[in-house]
T-cell receptor, first 114, second 115 residues
Framework: AQSVTQPDIHITVSEGASLELRCNYS??????LFWYVQSPGQGLQLLLK??????LVQGIKGFEAEFKRSQSSFNLRKPSVHWSDAAEYFC????????????FGTGTQLKVEL | KAGVTQTPRYLIKTRGQQVTLSCSPI?????VSWYQQTPGQGLQFLFE???????NKGNFPGRFSGRQFSNSRSEMNVSTLELGDSALYLC??????????????FGPGTRLTVL
């Protein structure tokens, strides 16, 4: 069964510092991978996705993620964090067996210190 | 283009009651999925509907059900509510059902509190 692990429950960074959020997946075939962000009281907003091709994926709000098959990882990065980036971030893997089922990680809560 | 809308946004029910939540997908989208989000279990997939047919189902009891109408709007129903059903229920829509390159867009959710 597919699964996603986000090892860091909470991360605190200073504004302007770089950010890396970790995500490891377990999936038998080439996965569909996503990063979503959720602000308090809001739904999920898609930051970026990987389906195939270039392993470095660019997303919105200056985020990028790199797919590493050998490490089963899809880490999210941002070179300079803004205070407005404080939110919860979810990594997800999509099913290729037909249908739109997403399996989410437990999320990483990002706090940005001014 | 309008996003995914969910009604109501907030709901308070008592144990044993039943509840119906509604989701209107983005115009042109035919797939609607439902997720439950709780602090303890995180985000869990409930089910997906595509062209009025249930395509996938998660590991939830039969008290959780759903349907989709010909205009792609979807409803989910929870019968005999339990305290543990208190959660944020998120709806997501996409154009296709599992097609490569497809993306799910989420609504703001319905916050259900069971007393």
């Amino acid at each position: 069964a597919q699964s996603v692990t986000q090892p860091d429950i909470h991360i605190t960074v200073s504004e302007g510092a770089s950010l890396e959020l970790r995500c490891n997946y377990s999936y038998g075939a080439t996965p569909y991978l996503f990063w979503y962000v959720q602000s308090p009281g809001q739904g999920l907003q898609l930051l970026l996705k990987y389906f195939s091709g270039d392993t470095l994926v660019q997303g919105i709000k200056g985020f990028e993620a790199e797919f590493k098959r050998s490490q089963s990882s899809f880490n999210l990065r941002k070179p300079s964090v803004h205070w407005s980036d404080a939110a919860e971030y979810f990594c997800a893997v999509g099913s290729t067996g037909g249908g739109n089922k997403l399996t989410f990680g437990t999320g990483t809560q990002l706090k940005v210190e001014l | 283009k309008a996003g995914v809308t969910q009604t109501p946004r907030y709901l308070i029910k008592t144990r044993g009651q039943q509840v119906t939540l509604s989701c209107s997908p983005i115009s042109g989208h035919r797939s609607v999925s439902w997720y439950q989000q709780t602090p303890g279990q995180g985000l869990q997939f409930l089910f997906e509907y595509f062209s009025e047919t249930q395509r996938n189902k998660g590991n939830f009891p039969g008290r959780f059900s759903g349907r989709q109408f010909s205009n792609s709007r979807s409803e989910m129903n929870v019968s005999t509510l339990e305290l543990g059903d208190s959660a944020l229920y998120l709806c997501a829509s996409s154009f296709n059902s599992g097609a490569r390159g497809d993306t799910q867009y989420f609504g703001p959710g319905t916050r259900l509190t069971v007393l």
